[in-house]
Nanobody, 121 residues
Framework: QLVESGGGSVQSGGSLRLSCVAS????????MGWFRQASGKAPEGVAV???????YYKDSVKGRFTISRDKAKNSLYLQMNNLKPDDTAMYHC?????????????????WGQGTLVTVSS
């Protein structure tokens, strides 16, 4: 099970830090990541971190978002700075026990319910 928190409403240029805590069968998680889904749009990967700590970001968030993971706490984080209205979406945490090298969080097989991020101009 994945439970996200940290969403909210901010103005353009603001920051938020999302958190995700994994529970249950967490010992074998290889990859974790974040994806988002804006209203009426398809899910899109935001960032993913692999078991070897390699990280991949969606181009539009590079330099603004930072993904990190605390394996001891079974937790995943997403620091989001300089937020823009286009970042408005439901943000979901994702995880996978057998993912090899993942490049897109939407490809991971376990998803959380999400936390809403709203950025106003």
């Amino acid at each position: 099970q994945l439970v996200e928190s940290g969403g909210g409403s901010v103005q353009s240029g603001g920051s938020l830090r999302l958190s995700c805590v994994a529970s249950g069968k967490v010992a074998n998680i290889e990859c974790m990541g974040w994806f988002r889904q804006a209203s009426g749009k398809a899910p899109e990967g935001v960032a993913v971190i692999n078991d070897d700590d390699s990280i991949y970001y969606k181009d539009s968030v590079k330099g603004r978002f930072t993904i990190s993971r605390d394996k001891a706490k079974n937790s995943l984080y997403l620091q989001m700075n300089n937020l823009k209205p286009d970042d408005t979406a439901m943000y979901h945490c994702a995880a996978d026990e057998d993912c090899g090298t993942a490049y897109d969080a939407t490809a991971l097989d376990t998803w959380g319910q999400g936390t809403l991020v709203t950025v106003s101009s």
